[in-house]
């Protein structure tokens, strides 16, 4: 199984981050946290790296439901969307999948959040190219 949903997007990476952002909230789900890969990097460590930014992405109805099941589900939220520029110059979206990493939570009322909010995470990544 694989940890995440992948697409290749025909635009700017600018451009891809925020049909992303309009495609999350079209399924209720707000960007919370934008973390700019490259410019952290070149700030922390001094070291150029590809244009990546990470979009900590949250649907609260979801988000409280999987509180209510497991207290500590907080470690594995927001769910992740990830812009980049590959070294072939494609900018790639990709989303994390949330049925994969609950794997490692025994907790039957979990799959059930997860699997709803996997299909929604993967029409978002599905209507990018729509």
């Known amino acids: 199984m694989s940890y995440h949903f992948t697409t290749t997007v025909n ?17 209720g789900f707000g960007v919370l946290t934008t973390i700019d890969v490259k410019k952290a990097m070149k700030e922390k460590i001094d070291k150029d790296v590809r244009p990546y930014t990470i979009l ?28 980049q520029e590959t070294e072939s110059g494609a900018i790639e979206v990709s989303a994390v999948d949330p049925l994969a990493s609950m794997q490692a939570i025994e907790n039957p009322a979990l799959e059930e959040i997860a699997m709803e909010v996997q299909g929604m995470l993967k029409e978002v990544i599905a209507s990018i190219n729509a």
């Open 11 to 27: 635009t700017s990476f600018e451009n891809a981050i925020a049909i992303v952002t309009e495609k999350l909230k079209e399924k």
């Open 56 to 83: 900590g992405s949250c649907n609260p109805h979801y988000a409280y439901k999987a509180l209510q099941a497991e207290n500590k589900i907080g470690t594995m939220l927001p769910c992740n969307v990830v812009v």
